[in-house]
């Protein structure tokens, strides 16, 4: 059996979800179906789950909140419109919001909430739509179908207990719809995975069923080799392993929700990359392991907003505890870090810059001096971090002198190398400006043999 996924722009209007229609049926092994909420219909749109964060805020702060209810309403009441269902679902959400508005619950929780009304109301409208076609569709709330999660409000975590419920999927005869991005806790209280959520239900599902596949649909044929904003009509990737995608995504790809990677690893179910505008189209496959590797790279990423925080002490490297100890105080104050290259006197956190605000560096910054008392001690913002990855990496000889080549050619400054000891990827740390620059030299000298 296969669990289909199906994202935002796959089911942002009733002309998108026709065509799921009509995937689903191509396939009797499509049974489990996870959607997401209604995304853009084109690049001026906001997505649902958007609208309803809007909805939140205006809960939150107090303000009026009939017309953000309204821009949600309208969505799905054009998409009823046109494939002909009935409205109950619109009085459904408007009584949700309600009961939501006026429970007992804390902010975070009912913003969660509020939240999953997108994909909640979606799977709802599906299911229907596939009954109005004369399938056996129902739809699944994930309580029913077993997702039980940890009790953190816009980032929970599945609970292990969860496996062997939704292993019970299996049984049912019927094509299921279930909405994707939340679940509940033990408590029974709704709670949201992070954003774009909805692939981690997809995956945790396939890894229940033990699905022989978990299709997730999106709207690009494949994952190329490097962001095609970047590199014009780069290559396709037709198979890469977990390890080589859970790379690429750190830094930047966008295509498949790096946290949704785990279950299926876990369970060794393969993952396939599909266009739902280009049904036919083979799509990117995500493997355990590789057949034949025939190349050191399969893909470059690269994401900007990093901080460097540089410190440095002589005779560093005979100081017991002082890495602990810097660390130490990024952990007080909540911050996480990235990866922490080092010298025999100095040693650099690369931070992202969203956990690294401009009060926090000041109490950082302080704190180093005065607990650490080192020579130096300074940030470095504007930092993008670029990965070529590959798991042939280690049995090609070569890849960094032609990496570091392709840099030359860029004319781009190195600020920083390192590999990890897997040898599945390597990392180069520059200035942001050079980002696209650098990228197309290295696109050059990996796929094009230049
Ligand atoms: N609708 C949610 C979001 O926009 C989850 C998802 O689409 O996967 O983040």
Request: glycine share 8%; net charge negative; aromatic share 6%.
């Amino acid at each position: 059996m296969k669990v289909a996924k199906f994202g935002g722009s796959s089911v942002a209007n009733a002309e998108q979800l026709k065509k799921v229609a009509n995937i689903i049926q191509a396939d009797d092994e499509r049974r489990i179906i996870v959607v997401s909420a209604p995304g853009k219909r084109s690049s001026e749109d906001m997505k649902v789950t958007d609208l309803l964060i809007e909805l939140g805020e205006a809960f939150r702060l107090g303000e009026p909140h009939e017309e953000p209810l309204k821009n949600v309403l309208d969505r799905f009441d054009a998409i009823l419109d046109e494939l002909q269902l009935s409205k109950a679902v619109l009085d459904d959400i408007k009584k949700q919001v309600v009961k939501i508005f006026s429970d007992g619950n804390d902010l975070a929780s009912k913003l969660d909430a509020i939240k999953a009304i997108g994909e909640d109301s979606l799977a709802k409208i599906l299911s229907e739509y596939l009954q109005s076609l004369g399938l056996n569709a129902s739809y699944v709330n994930p309580k029913e179908a077993g997702l039980i999660l940890s009790d953190q409000p816009g980032s929970a975590q599945i609970l292990d207990e969860s496996f062997e419920l939704i292993h019970t999927l299996r049984d049912r005869k019927d094509i299921v719809v279930i909405p994707g991005f939340f679940g509940y806790t033990k408590e029974g209280k709704l709670v949201t995975f992070s954003r774009g959520g909805s692939d981690i239900t997809g995956s945790i599902v396939a890894a229940g069923v033990k699905a022989d596949l978990y299709e997730n649909f999106t709207d690009v044929d494949s994952v190329y080799c490097v962001n095609p904003k970047i590199v014009n009509h780069p290559r396709e990737i037709i198979s890469l392993t977990y390890k080589e995608m859970r790379e690429l995504s750190y830094a930047g790809f966008s295509v498949f929700h790096a946290e949704a990677l785990i279950p299926a690893f876990k369970e060794e179910i393969p993952v396939c990359i599909k266009n739902t505008n280009n049904p036919t189209a083979k799509g990117t496959m995500i493997v355990s392991k590789k057949q034949d590797v025939n190349q050191a790279v399969i893909g470059i990423a690269s994401d900007a907003g990093f901080v460097s925080l540089y410190v440095s002490k002589y005779l560093m490297n005979r100081e017991i505890g002082f890495g602990r100890r810097l660390l130490n105080i990024l952990e007080d104050e909540g911050i996480s870090f990235e990866h922490t290259p080092s010298g025999i006197d100095d040693l650099s956190v690369i931070i992202r810059a969203d956990q690294l605000t401009k009060e926090k560096e000041a109490i950082v910054i302080n704190r180093i001096n005065k607990e650490l008392k080192p020579d130096t001690v300074y940030i470095d913002r504007g930092l993008a971090l670029i990965m070529i990855v590959g798991e042939g990496m280690h049995s090609f000889v070569g890849t960094a002198a032609k990496a570091t080549k392709a840099f030359e050619q860029a004319n781009v400054n190195l600020e920083m190398i390192n590999q990890g000891s897997s040898e599945v990827s390597m990392m180069f740390g520059i200035k942001e400006e050079g980002v696209n620059r650098a990228v197309q030299s290295l696109y050059q000298v990996f796929f094009e043999n230049k």
